[in-house]
Structure formats: structure tokens, C-alpha cells
């Protein structure tokens, strides 16, 4: 059967969030769908929506919600007609999803490493002691107590400029940013950044990685999004996401994973903190790539053991 290509006059809805950083990704997603298919850029048409995450910005996200804040208006468009594919930050993606939908095409992975930030260019391990840090993760001020409970955090919500203006207003000395989020602003040379070694901080589950998402009755979007599909994404956040769904977390519960391909095996790292970081699990687990999934909920099943009741004052 002929595939039917999206055209000017009937372009392909691509939905997203309206940050720019948001924007930059249904760009890529853009850009990589005309390559493919020798396109032109009118045959696709980018619809920004608004969801909880980005309307209510005055209070910590633990507040307003659980899983989806920065998704369900987003898939509730496109069970609705009103676009066909989503492009997804996947660190905000819940692991479950609404029923009818299908999230199976991912572009390759950005470094997924955290930033640390600070105006005067220094480092994590420089900050004086009861220095002052923004964040509204709760992964990164759990890790960031468990390693210096000396420091003081404060909620640090909004884009990559409001948070420079922050830093620069002295409301805190230093904050994170995903590197990943930096490099696709093309802004490395003008945010004063250091990367943190995962040894160090693991970043978020997924970190880093774009996802696509369509209806699953739609044959079209499916052959497209599989042109520009990226298997060894995809492999990792296999079994990334497994060890999330094990743990029954979310974006807003204090869970890092990470992912890496070493020659035909995956090597998986995991961490769970409790929300005042005074108390961290590591662990880790390694095998054949296609056994990621597996190896994910292995490793969540394994850090659940060791921590037992009482740990998960976040549940």
C-alpha cells in the first residue's frame, strides 16, 4: 500500500509544549520527517499547547499533581483529533499511558548528564558551606542534600533565562539545567555550566531523550515516525523505563537511572533517595542489550529489597 504523505494543503499536526527549548525538539522532529521523506517544512504544521506544568508556575510542581503535568492536555489533543504526534521531553513522560496511544519512536539521545550552573563559573564542590541552590526536582535537591545536607535548597521553577535572572537577582548561588537542554538551545557558550560526572549525580531517567508519540490506529504517523526511530535510544530507555515502572515512579519522585551500551551489553545504574536526601540506594546491573527491559525491573526489584518499609516517604 502507498503511503500517504502529508502535503501543504493537509500537513502533518506535530503537538507540543511552547518553551523554546519544547519548540526546538518539534523542530528536530520536523526537520528529521522532511529529510526522510523529502518533505517540505509547509508540510507539517507545529501546534503549541498548554499544559498544567506550564500554566500554574507558582508552586512546586508536587503540588499541583501527580504523573502527567507536562503531557496529558498534549494527549488528550491528539486522542481528540486535534494533532497527530507529540513530541515529549521522555523524562516527563509518565511509564504508563492513556489507552489507544503509542510511544515507540525516540531521535537519539542528547548527553544526559545535569548541568550545574552557577553565575561566577565555578563548581558543585566550590560551594561555600549553607550556600544556597534553586531546583524544583526533587531527584537533584535529594542528591544534592545527600552529599552536602550543609546546603540550603530553594524551589526554582521556570525556563533557562528565568533562572540565569534568578542566579543574577542573588535569590540563590547556583542551580541545574540538562545539559541536553542547553546543547539543543544552542546555548553552551552562554550559560556558564560545568557538567556532573553521572558518577557523581545520575541524572533523571531518560534524560536527555526525545519521544514521540501517536495514535496507535494511525498507520501513517507509524511509518513515518519508524524512518527516524533510533534503535539504540530506544534500547536504552527500554530498560531505563522498566526500572522506573518497577519502582512505580515519576517525574517528581526522587528516582535516577542511566542507561549505557558497552559493545553488545547494557550496563544499567540506578538510585533511589528518600525527599530530604538522608538516605541514598545505589546499585547497578549489567547483560545483553536485549534484555534491558528485564535488567530494569531486575534492578528495581533489587533496590526495593534494600530499602524496605518506611523508605519511601514519597509513595
Request: aromatic share 4%.
Amino acid at each position: 500500500m502507498t503511503l500517504t504523505l502529508p502535503t501543504p494543503a493537509s500537513p502533518l499536526k506535530i503537538g507540543t509544549r511552547g518553551s523554546l527549548l519544547a519548540l526546538a525538539q518539534a523542530n528536530e522532529t520536523r526537520d528529521r520527517l522532511a529529510t526522510a521523506f523529502d518533505l517540505p517544512f509547509e508540510a507539517f504544521q507545529i501546534v503549541v499547547i498548554r499544559t498544567t506544568g506550564d500554566r500554574v508556575i507558582d508552586r512546586p510542581l508536587k503540588e499541583i499533581g501527580g504523573k502527567g503535568l507536562f503531557t496529558k492536555e498534549i494527549e488528550d489533543a491528539m486522542m481528540g483529533g486535534e494533532i497527530d504526534i507529540a513530541v515529549h521531553s521522555m523524562k516527563d513522560m509518565p511509564v504508563e499511558q492513556p489507552g489507544g496511544l503509542v510511544l515507540d519512536c525516540y531521535l537519539p539521545r542528547e548527553n544526559p548528564r545535569d548541568a550545574f550552573i552557577s553565575l561566577d563559573g565555578g563548581l558543585l564542590a566550590d560551594l561555600a558551606e549553607g550556600a544556597v541552590v534553586g531546583t524544583s526536582s526533587l531527584r537533584r535537591k535529594a542528591q544534592l542534600l545527600n552529599r552536602r545536607p550543609d546546603l540550603q535548597v530553594v524551589e526554582f521553577r521556570g525556563n533557562v533565562q528565568t533562572r540565569l535572572k534568578k542566579l543574577a537577582d542573588g535569590v540563590a548561588q547556583a542551580t541545574f539545567l540538562a545539559m541536553a537542554g542547553i546543547t539543543r538551545l544552542d546555548m553552551l557558550g552562554e550559560v556558564p555550566h560545568s557538567p556532573i560526572d553521572p558518577d557523581d549525580m545520575l541524572p533523571a531517567v531518560a534524560q536527555g531523550a526525545i519521544g514521540i508519540e501517536r495514535r496507535g490506529d494511525d498507520s501513517v504517523a507509524g511509518e513515518m515516525l519508524a524512518a527516524i526511530h533510533d534503535i539504540q535510544t530506544g534500547e536504552r530507555l527500554a530498560a531505563e523505563r522498566a526500572f522506573l515502572a518497577a519502582l512505580d515512579g515519576s517525574c517528581e519522585t526522587p528516582i535516577a537511572g542511566l542507561a549505557e551500551r558497552d559493545a553488545g551489553n547494557l550496563r544499567l545504574r540506578g538510585e533511589i533517595l528518600r525527599t530530604d536526601g538522608s538516605e541514598a540506594l545505589a546499585d547497578e546491573i549489567s547483560g545483553p542489550i536485549a534484555d534491558g527491559a528485564r535488567m530494569g525491573r531486575e534492578l528495581a526489584h533489587t533496590l526495593l529489597a534494600r530499602a524496605g518499609d518506611g523508605f519511601f516517604d514519597w509513595k
